[in-house]
């Protein structure tokens, strides 16, 4: 072994020398850095887990399936609207059964505010609201709404609708809207996506099936 080339033992012993040079002068940093440095690696490391637990979570979107709608009751009278104009007015009272389906693996679902409109042309004749809830991971309710509308008046938009209550009344195609929002409360509300889901349906009030549940599996879209 040459003599210019330091030992192992040599080299050893110069590094333990550094190191304890380090240690006494207070390493790389000066010692009032390293709890900040601990807090801000803490902070990135959790904000890298929240980035990976949302990703995860968006995909997992809740899923809502509309069953059946039922209607009561569908009238059509004439009256006069506040103003007193001239008009037919729509009574309606129909069931809506949906079921709601939280495919998140790991996080439960807050439904929020919703809103649900059954509609004749532009006119809006009934509406509903899901009520809020909570909805805990892979789990699915079946959800009963009542759309509801008294005596709206619908004006030169309702020449052709007839009363469900005569015997002759003819189908009437209706517009069922469906708005519904939710959050997913993945780490409480630090990491919380919200969801809205909108599904839009065509239904047809016959009156011949009053009071029947009529499948709407076949009748809505959602559109993205
Ligand atoms: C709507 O129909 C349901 C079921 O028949 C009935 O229980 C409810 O009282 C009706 N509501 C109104 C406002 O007529
Ligand atoms: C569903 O859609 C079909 C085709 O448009 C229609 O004939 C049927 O009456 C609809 N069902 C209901 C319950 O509205």
């Given at each position: 072994?040459?003599?210019?080339?330091?030992?192992?033992?040599?080299?050893?012993?110069i590094?333990?020398e550094?190191?304890?040079?380090?240690?006494?002068?207070?390493?790389?940093?000066?010692?009032r850095?390293?709890?900040?440095?601990?807090?801000?690696?803490?902070f990135?490391?959790?904000?890298?887990?929240?980035?990976?637990?949302?990703?995860?979570?968006?995909?997992?979107?809740?899923?809502?399936?509309?069953?059946?709608?039922?209607?009561?009751e569908?009238?059509?009278?004439?009256?006069?609207?506040?103003s007193?104009?001239?008009?037919k007015?729509?009574?309606?009272?129909?069931?809506?059964?949906l079921?709601?389906?939280?495919?998140?693996?790991?996080?439960g679902?807050?439904?929020?505010?919703?809103?649900?409109?059954?509609?004749?042309?532009?006119?809006?004749?009934?509406?509903?609201?899901m009520?809020?809830f909570?909805?805990?991971?892979?789990?699915?309710?079946?959800?009963?709404?009542?759309?509801?509308g008294?005596?709206?008046?619908?004006?030169?938009?309702?020449?052709?609708?007839?009363?469900?209550?005569?015997?002759?009344?003819?189908?009437?195609?209706?517009?069922?809207?469906?708005?519904?929002n939710?959050?997913?409360?993945?780490?409480?509300?630090?990491?919380?996506?919200?969801?809205h889901?909108?599904?839009?349906c065509?239904?047809?009030?016959?009156?011949?099936?009053?009071?029947?549940?009529?499948?709407?599996?076949?009748n809505?879209?959602?559109?993205?």
């Open positions: 072994m040459s003599r210019l080339t330091p030992s192992k033992e040599q080299f050893d012993a590094e333990e550094g190191l304890h040079r380090d240690v006494e002068e207070g390493g790389f940093m000066p010692g850095c390293y709890f900040p440095a601990f807090v801000a690696g803490i990135v490391l959790f904000s890298f887990f929240a980035l990976i637990m949302w990703g995860a979570s968006l995909p997992q979107k809740p899923k809502i399936t509309i069953k059946t709608i039922r209607f009561h569908f009238v059509v009278q004439a009256g006069a609207d506040n007193g104009v001239a008009t007015m729509v009574t309606v009272n129909s069931t809506l059964r079921t709601f389906r939280n495919t998140g693996t790991f996080f679902v807050h439904v929020g505010p919703s809103l649900l409109e059954l509609s004749y042309s532009q006119l809006i004749l009934a509406t509903g609201n009520g809020k909570y909805q805990s991971r892979k789990s699915q309710r079946l959800v009963t709404v009542a759309l509801k008294s005596n709206i008046p619908v004006y030169g938009g309702g020449a052709d609708l007839t009363s469900a209550n005569r015997a002759l009344g003819r189908p009437v195609p209706l517009t069922l809207t469906i708005m519904v939710a959050r997913a409360y993945v780490l409480r509300k630090l990491v919380s996506p919200k969801f889901k909108w599904i839009v065509s239904v047809v009030m016959d009156p011949k099936k009053m009071s029947q549940a009529l499948s709407l599996k076949d809505c879209t959602s559109p993205p």
